[in-house]
Structure formats: structure tokens, C-alpha cells
């Protein structure tokens, strides 16, 4: 892990070990609970993570890029990992997304200005680190740009829509391409949001902590306010209908998720043709790669393999099942409906 | 095609694979790959793992293949089903084919054959003699039609080298046995890439998705001053040599360009992807779990092998890519275009009996062309 000074412990949170940070700092988190000084800080993350709900960047107390008062460094970290506690703790899933995304924007303004920082090059080292540390791409200085091997800038580019984002819009010199600090950062955005996200959904949850009810209440009451998603009785197994709920809102659903719904359907009948337009409305849809793909799993591309619906097991591992009672402990969900009840 | 000339064929190729054995060599980490082969008449084999020169031979003779074909990936498992091979990477791959440059010489040489009553004509619509509309293509690649596939081929090598950095010994180019060549490029840092990545970097190598403001034009308040110029690198100078011509002509034809407006300049780089873009198959490029045909290997399209350009511009597919023995057999040739083989002519015959060499009666028979006497 990276050597972090107290400046960018404070910008970038994500990076510190939680507990480490606690520890080192003489602190438990039964303190924030019931210490009068303390438990302000609870309010404060509560006060992060409405703030993200509401898709606005928190302001932090950094001012100039730079820690403002000997107190302000903590309060910008606890704040941070204390709303992953309370997170946790309420178990809102639409919530961590918000949270993550917004959290992402924010490292993002800093990782911008640290790499743009040319008076001091132990700032723009770190961010160059960041990155690569984090998203496996190499970023060079080379005079005001900065140059990222062609191969790592498609990794990330392709999930961009945008015409500007293509390689042939691109300055490609060397076998790299050349960006400017806000495009280099830019380009892991999606990244960003994601490396937040997983930090958080893989950390331990705690048990209850005295103290910490009322917020983790407020925070169920309010991720009600994004709850799109209400599972109807249908002839398709949730995990299939919150994947094309996914696409119909045009967001983006990973991979594993395409594989699965793609799959699905076609083991229920549906042609490579039928399927193909569900997926043009994911920000990133190309309709020759879609094809591609489509007849890739369906085995008319050469192969010949056909590709089978992953169980209901493995969906669970990559966070795409969202079983009810309807699914009666079926291990595929090919045999969603067919189980005798 | 009937069993005389399906026998004739495999024991010709037999024949090749058995005295040729020093040109069919398995690629670098063979035992990654995965191999396929296709007998005559028969469907496809796959998912076969082969580690090295023996025993593809003896897979050759003991199988006498129309066509044999190798993975461009590397599997942990590659002779397991497809969805367990566990992909680790892939070299990447270009095909070039006279076919797809859309060259004037084309229609002197394509014919069509009906799949009805085999009648052959030049019409590629319909048979004029039973009206079916089961037409096969076949042509017989000309001078032009190799000559404008080696351009594309060296507009793509300059590419991957300035562009790109890659080495030039890194880029091998193959005669595809065919009407084309086969460009294969090792060890480079596209290897791990993915077939969306692969599909981006198809579209910059063919121009394609290019926008005004990449060069330099602007929706509002363009200058001129953001246009590109020479000494620069990539498509940047590449545009400026084919839109300037020259350094003297650049500030004219800007006026010119700035006159004309955004959506005509538009239009401008969207032919230039005819132009000066590369013509390659991107469905090709993208895949990364097919098998290509084996360097080495017999095209059954042609009779021709797949083979190693040492050097591309003096390479003639006609001399250099027949390795068919050549004592004589009798055919019945219906073949309406004349062509070179080895440096003898033939051609062009309706319905005659003829006494040929062996190459030439194979290249015909495979071309659909001919049946044995
Ligand atoms: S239990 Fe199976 S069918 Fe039901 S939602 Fe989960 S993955 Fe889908
Ligand atoms: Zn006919
Ligand atoms: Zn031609």
C-alpha cells in the first residue's frame, strides 16, 4: 500500500486501512457512540452520505488542497469511515452506490489538482501512484500531458460513449496515448467509483453500536426515497427482471450481469437478433461488440459452444441475485416458475 | 463436389503434407493453442491441443485435412469446451482481402457458379440458365487485386510501427492462400486486450468515428491556427499529407475548409476513411477466440498454402505460395478466365478436355472450375 502523509489521508479516505487508522489514532468506535465531543462526528458522516444521496460532492473542510486546522484532518477521515459503518449497518445498497459515486467525484477533484501540481512533484508522484496502484495504468509525465500505454487507455475508454473518447480522436504517440491531468482522470472515473464501492461492500459489517440507531434508522428511511425496484410476479426471476430494469434505465450493468441475462434468454428460446437491441441503451453499447458477443455465447460464432445461465449460487457471489419467496430455492433460474411449490 | 475429385485433392495435399513438412511448423507456445482441422466434406474438428512439430505432422497425414487452423489465443486448458480453456491472451491478428477494397479489376474476374446446374456466368444475381438465386462467388485474384492488398498491408505495418511502437520483427505477414494476407503481431501490449478494446483500435486504424474537432475544426468560432501540420505524428500527419499535399498548399486549403463549414468537413474525414484509412475485416481483428488458418497449411479455396512473406514486395503468390507437384492429369476445365501459375499460363477453357500439371488442375478443381477427367 502506499505511504499516505496527512494531506491525502484526508483527500483520499478509501486508501487508509479503517482500522489501522482507528487504532493508530487511540480510538474505538464504541467512543463515537457514546462520547458527547465524539458523537458529533456521527452526524457529520450522516451528513456525507445525504449529501451524496442527494448526487451533490460533499465540501470538505480542506481548504486550499490543504489541511486547514490541526482538528480538520480527523473530522475529514472519521467523518468518512463512519459513514461506511453506518452504512453497513443499515445494509442500503442504493445508498453505498450514491456514496461511492460521489466520494469517487470528490478524490477526483484532488487527483486532478495533485497531478496538475507542477511546484510540487511529491503530490503529483502520489497521484501518479494512485493510479497506477489502483487501476493498473502507467501514467508518464511528459511536459504539460500526461502518456498512458495505448492498451491501458482502451481498457477504460471503451466504457465511454462519448465520439471524443475514441482512439482515433485521440493523440496517439509511441504506442501512447497523451492526455491532460482532467482527461487522465476522467478515464478511471468509472474505476474510481467501483474501487469504493467493493472497499465498501467487502468490509466487515459491525453489530449494532449503542449510539448509532438513530442515524442508521434515518439512513433506512432515507433510501426509501431511491427505491425504483419493486419485484412483481412474472414469468422472469427477479435477478433477469432487475437486469433489464438495469438497461431499461440505461446504467450500466457489468458484464457479468450481461452474461447472465444474455444467456438466460437465449436458453429460453430468444434469438441472437431479439436480444441485441436490450442493450442499446447501456452507455457503453456498440452494436458491432454486442453481436460479437451475443453470437460468441450463443455458439453460432465458430465455436459451437453454447453457453449455459450461471446458477443462482454464482449470481449470488456477483451480487446479482435478488431472490424472493417466488424463487423457492431453485439453483438456476432457468428453473424460475417450474419448481413446484 | 463428386468423390473422384474430393480423392483427387486429398492425395494431392496428402502428397504436399508428406514432402513439405518443413513448412508447416506449430507458432510459438503451441501447446497454449488451440488447433482445429476440417476434412473434405466434413465438418469441423476443434479444441485440439498439439505441442509441437511431430505431432502436427502426423495429425496431417493421418487426417489428410481440406484446412487446418490454430487459435491466435493462449489457454491454460485449450483443448477443454470453450467456456473452460481459461483465456489468457491473445496475438493480434489483421485480415486483408482483395475482396473487401472494393477494386475495379474485380468484376474482370468473379464469376459466379450456380448451386443448382452449375452453370457459370458473369451475372451475380441469378442463374440465367435456371433462374436460382444459389450463387457462388469465385474469383481468381489478379495482379491488381495482390498488388493493392500488399498497399494495405504496408499502410497497416506503418501504423502499428510509427503508431504504435511495435517492432518489426514483431509483425509477420502471410499470403493467405487466398486473395489476401494475413498480418499477425507478437508480443505487444495489446495482447491482454479484450475484443471491445480490439474493436476500438479497428476503428482507428480504419479511420473510422474520426471527429472535426480531432483536426482541428471547430463547431463555433473555428481557427485556423488548431489545424493540423506536418512533422507531427500519426493520423495528424497522415491527414495533413493527404488533404495539404504540401506545406505550401496548407494555409489555402484551410481557407477552403473553414469556408465549407463543420458538416462538409465532417463528410471530408468520413472519406477519408476510404482513402487513407486501412482496409482491414474488423470482425476478425475482434475475435479472440477463433482459429485461423496454419501458416503452412493448404487454402482449400485455392490449392494454395498459407505462407510466410519474407519479403512482401517481391512476393507473387503464383510462384511463391504453389507447392502442388506438377505431373500431368486430364480435366474438364469450364474456367472463362485466363491465369498464371508458376509462371505458365492458363486458360481460359469452356468445357474442353485438357492435359494440365497438378497445380494448376487443383487450383481449378478447388475454384470449382474443373472436375477430373
Ligand atoms: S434465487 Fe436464482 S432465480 Fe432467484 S433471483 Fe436469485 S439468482 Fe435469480
Ligand atoms: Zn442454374
Ligand atoms: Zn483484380
Known sequence: MLALGQDEIAKYPFLADAGQYLKDKGFTLEQF???????????????????????KIYKSDLIDNQVSKEAALPREV????????????????????????????????????????????????????????????????????????????????INFHEREWKLINRHVENGNVLLSPHETVRLIRKELGTYINSKIVNAKTPTMIPGFEDSVNKLVLL??????????????????????????????????????????????????????????????????????????????S???TQYSCPSCEKLKTQSLCFATSECNNIINPLQFGKKKQ | MNENNLKFLEESFKKYY???????????????????????????????????????????????PSDVYCSNAYYTFPNLPMNEKDWKEADLIFDIDAKDLNLSCRENHTISICNDCNEISKNHVKCLK???????????????????????????????????????????????????????????????????????????????????????????KPNRSSFPDFGKSGWQERFSKQIFGSKSKRSKIISELLANGYSSFQKTLDDLSNSIGVKIDPNVTMDIHRIFRMPGSINSKSGLTK????????????????????????????????????????????????????????YMICKKLATLA
Not at chain 1, 108 to 113: A, F, G, M, P, R
Not at chain 2, 43 to 61: A, F, Y
Not at chain 2, 196 to 218: C, H, Q, W
Open chain 1, 33 to 55: 457512540g457514546v462520547d458527547p465531543d465524539l458523537k458529533e462526528l456521527i452526524l457529520k458522516a450522516y451528513e456525507r452520505i445525504q449529501v451524496a444521496a442527494d448526487g
Open chain 1, 78 to 157: 472519521f467523518s468518512f469511515l463512519l459513514a461506511i459503518v453506518l452504512l453497513k449497518l443499515s445494509g442500503m445498497h442504493t445508498l453505498i452506490k450514491r456514496f461511492s459515486l460521489a466520494e469517487a467525484r470528490r478524490a477526483e477533484k484532488y487527483l486532478e489538482k495533485d497531478l496538475a501540481n507542477i511546484s510540487d512533484e511529491s503530490k503529483n508522484q502520489l497521484a501518479v501512484r494512485v493510479i497506477d496502484d489502483l487501476f493498473s495504468v502507467k501514467v508518464e509525465k511528459q511536459d504539460d500531458y500526461f502518456t498512458i500505454p495505448v492498451s491501458d487507455y482502451l481498457k477504460h475508454s
Open chain 1, 223 to 300: 433510501s426509501k426515497k431511491f427505491k425504483t425496484f419493486t419485484v412483481t410476479t412474472g414469468e422472469y426471476p427477479p435477478c433477469v427482471k432487475h437486469a433489464l430494469e438495469i438497461l431499461e434505465k440505461g446504467e450500466n450493468l457489468p458484464h457479468s450481469g450481461r452474461f447472465m441475462l444474455a444467456t438466460f434468454l437465449l436458453s429460453k428460446g430468444q434469438t441472437v437478433q431479439q436480444i441485441a437491441p436490450l442493450f442499446k441503451n447501456a452507455p457503453d453499447y456498440n452494436a458491432r461488440v454486442t453481436l460479437y458477443q451475443l453470437n460468441h455465447l450463443a455458439g453460432t
Open chain 1, 302 to 304: 465458430g465455436s459451437g
Open chain 2, 18 to 64: 508428406f514432402e513439405h513438412s518443413e513448412l508447416i511448423l506449430v507458432p510459438e507456445r503451441s501447446s497454449e493453442r488451440e488447433f482445429g482441422f476440417q476434412k473434405f466434406n466434413s465438418g469441423m474438428t476443434r479444441h485440439i491441443s498439439i505441442k509441437d512439430d511431430k505431432e502436427l505432422h502426423l495429425l496431417c497425414m493421418q487426417n489428410t
Open chain 2, 130 to 220: 435456371c433462374n436460382s438465386i444459389k450463387l457462388e462467388k469465385k474469383s481468381l485474384p489478379c495482379k491488381n487485386c495482390i498488388n493493392s492488398s500488399k498497399i494495405e498491408v504496408t499502410k497497416l505495418s506503418e501504423i502499428l510501427i510509427n503508431d504504435f511502437k511495435i517492432n518489426k520483427e514483431n509483425i509477420h505477414v502471410y499470403f493467405s492462400g487466398n486473395e489476401g494476407f494475413h498480418v499477425y503481431v507478437y508480443n505487444s501490449q495489446f495482447q491482454q486486450i479484450g475484443s471491445r478494446e480490439r474493436s476500438d483500435l479497428v476503428d482507428y486504424i480504419m479511420f473510422n468515428g474520426a471527429i472535426p474537432e480531432t483536426f482541428g475544426m471547430k463547431k463555433f
Open chain 2, 307 to 362: 505462407i510466410f512473406c519474407k519479403d512482401l514486395s517481391k512476393f507473387d503468390p503464383y510462384n511463391d505460395a504453389s507447392y502442388i507437384a506438377d505431373d500431368s492429369v486430364e480435366v474438364i476445365a469450364n474456367c472463362p478466365m485466363e491465369f498464371k501459375l508458376k509462371n505458365k499460363k492458363f486458360g481460359p477453357y469452356t468445357n474442353e478436355k485438357i492435359t494440365i500439371p497438378r497445380f494448376a488442375a487443383v
